[in-house]
């Protein structure tokens, strides 16, 4: 789990420190993407949107390697590790990087994509205890006599 979560927090740092937008050579793409939402009726899905998804998705494995590290009962200290990384990176852009825009925004989805992978991890960490009491109980022998003091 360590090497896991290691990685996804360089990649999400090498994606926040990189000194100019990451889709900064995609415009037209984009541009197409937008108009083929706004074609199936969704015209309100423009760049501001799709940044704000992605600063999300981004941080959902944080948020997920996070809780299962820390464990499910700590959910708020692994919703916390997303947050201060965001800081991090926005801090650092603001100070470091004149080419891109930190943005309070950008916390704000970075740790809401935290928050959501920490309650997948807690979810998943729950159906993992019960399937292991289930296992356990399934292999005590029913017919056992219970061990009672002398």
Known sequence: MHVALVLV????????????????????????LFAWFASIG??????????????VVMFVPIGFLVALELGPARWLPSVLVGA????????????????RVPSAGDVIANTAGAALG???????????????RRRADATQDPDAEPIRPA
């Open 118 to 132: 920490v309650g997948l991890g807690v979810v998943i960490a729950g159906v993992r205890r019960r399937r292991s």
């Open 9 to 32: 927090i360089l990649v999400v740092l090498a994606i926040g420190f990189w000194p100019s937008r990451v889709d900064a050579g995609a415009h037209d793409e984009l541009e197409a």
């Open 42 to 55: 969704l015209p309100g899905i423009d760049y501001r949107v799709l940044e704000s998804a992605a600063n």
């Open 84 to 99: 201060a990384l965001s800081i991090v990176i926005e801090a650092g852009q603001w100070l470091l990087l004149p080419d």
